[in-house]
């Protein structure tokens, strides 16, 4: 089975995903003084940023991984659905996440969900990857197994970094929401990927 | 007529039926004692996560399909649209499960709402396979007749098992709920699909 | 420039247009006999179901003519986009109607609005046609001019027939809702196009 | 990398956020006089009809760019998600503005909004082209360097227009939105675009 419907339905969902996290930032119906009704909304544009470079993350990270993998069955399916389940779910732990920040209660609670499910998302995003390159079963010829095994290690850091975040979260919200806006860069930053791969490759193909 | 066009049109509409099934958990405005109202939400959850799968599963039957169907003419497309139609309801009879749970009332009447439009999917979705496969119609050179004949067992069988779901809902409606949630991983389950089809090309196939 | 993005942008717009009728489907809150409220829901249901069916008809229609438009340029984009404009107005129009039905008032301006931007879209999906017809400037060699000429006569009727639909619906909702539904099945049914197409194909290539 | 799933994904998010306008015309819940409120919905109306008219351009846009871009790399992408973040965000900036033109308040505030969202998405808009076509990095044969500079002043021209809208709708609100009006026909009618073009092009290559 080959991957392009699977990486057209992926598409879709992701770019679904992201773009309903609009739709959490409510219109004022009463626009009297509108200029201070939408400064108070910060919270939504805040998730609303957050949430939507993260998921634009994952969805390049999907498109990486998607690059090598040459083949699909039944089982890369389900595990992609399950990603994408998780995925979709993002607009509506970014809505809590605003609404708390917005009533000033029980942020630590929104924050704990929040990272939760990107956390939870992590494991379906590994099981694909583990499950592609077990064997070298699923991946095309465009990569080593030594390459995969370098890959497989940066994704397998995903979780736990957005589980250190949720950790501190848990102690102090707003740190939970530093620490989640840090990774954005730490890992959309081409630079630090580049070096790495090619770390990998100068040491697999020495030729 | 080529199916690239079909596909693409049904992935979206799968891609946005199985994504908005999210706006039906609603973010709650009021976030005191958050963590209580988060917990209380279980019946969309649970709602979420049977008809994301539900979907995602369909959708990955559809994928099967339209491997083997070649081309497509009016006839095609207009059934497949019936199917979106009714895959497209999804949403809202996962609401309605979700709301009769949360208010424990009339769980019966949603529960069987729920299974109908999933049972009334299976017909156009049998209509499909079968207007392509008479006389190997619309069906490329990847499948031969006797192969066509056993998926379409298989797909035929889903509306009676979804039937069955929804009587056994009728009598009781957690019964008619773990049919639903049973339901999926058989047919996900790539071990037993990937025998019974090998059993069939076996047959056909002797050398 | 090439139409794939084009079909690619507009299948999304569709896909999105179609599926997003299903928000107008209001998921009832209370449940209480729920039966009966669902069974209220009636105009919501008619009005997907029509609706669902037609923009269903006006994507195949669109994949139809984008079969023999070989290229495209910026006319062609912007004449699109105002027809993408008209159709992702139907899933508000729809909910018009649903809403006037369901209060059983002002059901006429209900379907003179329906029936008016059905209307309105046919003048950019004929423009379109006839842009890329002219002097077969952006057709491809899958279609002879005469055989252009025929499909044209077929699309122009569309508005005309639509525009009946809501003179009859001025005069009596009831029957602009009947005509739009008769509409469906007379523009879907494959028999009697292909008739017409196959007769312009025998008398244009007389070999 | 190729540009084909980013431009799948970006087609995505385009055609859902064009198409998501729709759901801020609110569908009168109560029909009595339906005519005069469906009047009163005016700026609704407006805003929906500029806004889709305007991300229609953006995207086109992106397309014509994307015809010369052959590669991408993770900043390219970055920089992509940044411009669809933007563009995710007019469905709410049209709202604002259709609330404020309803009630006759604060029109100022939501047309300098609406405006600073459309400037800011040229920031990323021009980025990705700038980055793109630095030392020819990332373009391909289609284009010369000096045509490629060519589109690059017209580009970069896009945000300084709406800039003069923005501070024209700060002055006076209706004079924003008129200029915001008149720049999409400017902007989409081909005739002064093929002639700049072809202009460059004849300078460019004199045989």
Do not use: C
């Not at 400064?39 to 998730?47: A, I, K, R, T, V």
């Not at 990270?61 to 890369?76: E, S, T």
Request: hydrophobic letters at 55%; charged letters at 15%; aromatic letters at 10%.
């Amino acid at each position: 089975m080959k991957t392009a419907r699977l990486e057209a339905f992926s598409d879709g969902v992701f770019a679904i995903a992201i773009t309903l996290l609009v739709i959490e930032i409510k219109v004022p119906e009463d626009t009297h003084d509108l200029a201070h009704k939408l400064l108070e909304l910060w919270p939504s544009y805040l998730g609303y940023t957050i949430s939507f470079l993260v998921i634009g993350l994952v969805w390049a990270n999907h498109h990486a991984m998607f690059d090598h993998i040459a083949v699909a069955d039944r089982m890369l399916l389900f595990l992609n659905t399950l990603l994408l389940l998780l995925v979709a779910l993002i607009p509506f732990t970014a809505g809590v996440l605003a609404s708390a920040l917005r009533n000033g209660e029980s942020e630590r609670t929104a924050v704990v969900l929040y990272g939760v499910v990107l956390v939870a998302g992590g494991f379906p995003f590994n099981a694909i990857w583990e499950y592609a390159r077990r064997d070298h079963r699923l991946l095309g010829p465009t990569i080593t197994p030594k390459e995969a095994q370098a890959i497989s290690r940066r994704f397998l850091l995903g979780p736990v970094l957005y589980g250190i975040g949720t950790a501190l979260g848990a102690l102090l919200p707003v740190l939970g929401i530093i620490t989640f806006a840090l990774l954005i860069p730490f890992y959309w930053l081409p630079p630090l990927l580049t070096r790495s791969r090619r770390g990998v490759a100068a040491s697999d193909r020495p030729d």
